[in-house]
């Protein structure tokens, strides 16, 4: 049966093939080709990979970047769409969902949001339901730099605190808006707050994520 994360994988090939490696994407900075060279630099350079968090490896994972961005579009597209080698730990199926479900669907919709005719897309019930447990573990650790109390909810009233504090704001919506409001693309996810002006404000602007 086929996973979530194979899924937005394949969709987030998809999405980068039908771009093009010079469209904007929302993650600041990088055009489509840079998007790729990333999903593919984590899963085939742990040596480097580990520089997405840790400053000791950012020379490292410059080069890697730099030497992948390099490469032909489409074999970035291929490397995507093939998965990561049978050595890395993201060819454990059980690992592969639990650490790229949310990374493929948040990059897939950074590629979809990015350009101007852009719409939701509706997520089948199974994988919204997966796609907020995910965030209710991850919720403290993507909402660690709130300058204001942070409550997220679902439409159905669950509820899960992302930091906590005064003023509080409450942002409401489905469980993959809510995933891409706590990952930084506040601007681009379809959500409702509720809170003090200053507080919301404050929020929308914040650097939230991993």
Do not use: W
């Given at each position: 049966?086929?996973?979530?994360?194979?899924?937005?994988?394949?969709?987030?090939?998809?999405?980068?093939e039908s771009a093009g490696?010079?469209?904007?994407?929302?993650?600041d900075g990088w055009r489509t080709r840079e998007l790729?060279?990333?999903v593919v630099v984590r899963e085939r350079r742990p040596d480097a990979a580990g520089g997405i968090l840790l400053n000791v490896l950012k020379a490292r994972l410059d080069k890697a970047m730099a030497e992948y961005t390099a490469k032909p579009y489409e074999e970035l597209i291929q490397l995507i769409r093939t998965g990561p080698p049978k050595m890395s730990v993201y060819s454990l199926k059980q690992i592969d969902e639990a650490?790229?479900?949310?990374?493929?669907?948040?990059?897939?919709?950074?590629v979809r949001r990015a350009q101007p005719d852009w719409s939701p897309r509706e997520l089948d019930?199974?994988?919204s339901d997966s796609l907020w447990s995910r965030l209710e573990k991850l919720a403290r650790l993507t909402g660690r730099r709130s300058p204001v109390g942070l409550v997220l909810r679902r439409p159905n009233g669950q509820t899960a605190v992302a930091h906590k504090g005064t003023p509080v704001v409450t942002v409401t919506g489905d469980p993959g808006?809510?995933?891409?409001?706590?990952?930084?693309?506040?601007?681009?996810?379809?959500?409702?707050?509720?809170?003090?002006?200053?507080?919301?404000?404050?929020?929308?602007t914040a650097k939230l994520g991993l």
């Open positions: 049966m086929s996973t979530h994360a194979k899924r937005e994988r394949l969709l987030l090939a998809d999405l980068l490696p010079e469209a904007p994407t929302l993650c790729a060279a990333h650490a790229n479900a949310v990374e493929f669907y948040v990059h897939a919709e950074d019930p199974v994988f808006e809510l995933t891409l409001f706590c990952f930084g693309r506040q601007a681009a996810s379809r959500i409702e707050l509720d809170g003090e002006k200053d507080a919301v404000a404050k929020l929308t």
